[in-house]
């Protein structure tokens, strides 16, 4: 027996519909303007000529970019930072959240707090910077990853992970 939808859920549901539909479109067009902008003549676009589709299709910006040598070593460098810092963070992330589930950890308390304090009040662009230039790191690949090293928010849901999935006893005797 099929269930009678009303004239109410109907009308919300075409709302909905319609307003997801703008959104898509607010949210998307730009990244499809970038696309056709990409391979259309430059000067057509500057004259707005280029608005949905391609005008005088051209290569010749790819082109261009794939000729520079730095388009490569940039490439390589954005995968080594992703690589190394997501090592290092996932790393800093189990190092700091296991002994925080241990129930039995000598000011967990205190811990707790502290981090959750950094959490909502981070000092900000320039005092970071300070920090990074106090140390030294200025100019290093590791300014990129130290002063974040702890997302206490994913350090949190690891924690919670921790002290729900394994049994106390089982590390404790």
């Known amino acids: 027996m099929k269930k009678r939808i009303g ?3 109907r009308t919300s549901d075409i709302i909905l519909v319609v ?3 703008v959104v898509l479109l607010i949210v998307a067009y730009p990244l499809y303007y970038v696309l056709i902008a990409s391979v259309s003549d430059p000067y057509d676009v500057y004259a707005g000529k280029t608005f949905l589709f391609p005008s005088g299709f051209t290569l010749d910006g790819y082109m ?3 000729q520079d040598p730095n388009i490569l070593s940039g490439f390589f460098n954005s ?6 810092g997501t090592i290092f963070s996932v790393t800093m992330l189990y190092i700091t959240a296991y002994p925080m589930a241990q129930r039995d950890l000598p000011g967990r308390k205190f811990l707790s707090i502290f ?3 950094t959490m909502y009040f981070g000092g900000g662009l320039v005092p970071t910077y ?3 230039k106090s140390t030294g790191l200025v100019g290093s690949m590791w300014s990129l990853f130290l002063p974040g090293g702890v997302a206490v928010g994913n ?3 690891v924690r919670n992970y921790f002290q729900n999935s394994i049994p106390y006893d089982s590390i404790f005797p």
């Open 7 to 9: 004239f109410s859920e």
């Open 19 to 21: 307003i997801t539909a």
């Open 64 to 66: 261009a970019v794939f």
């Open 79 to 84: 995968v080594k930072y992703t690589v190394i």
């Open 155 to 157: 350090m949190i849901i």
């Open 115 to 117: 981090f959750l304090i």
């Open 130 to 132: 300070l920090v990074v």
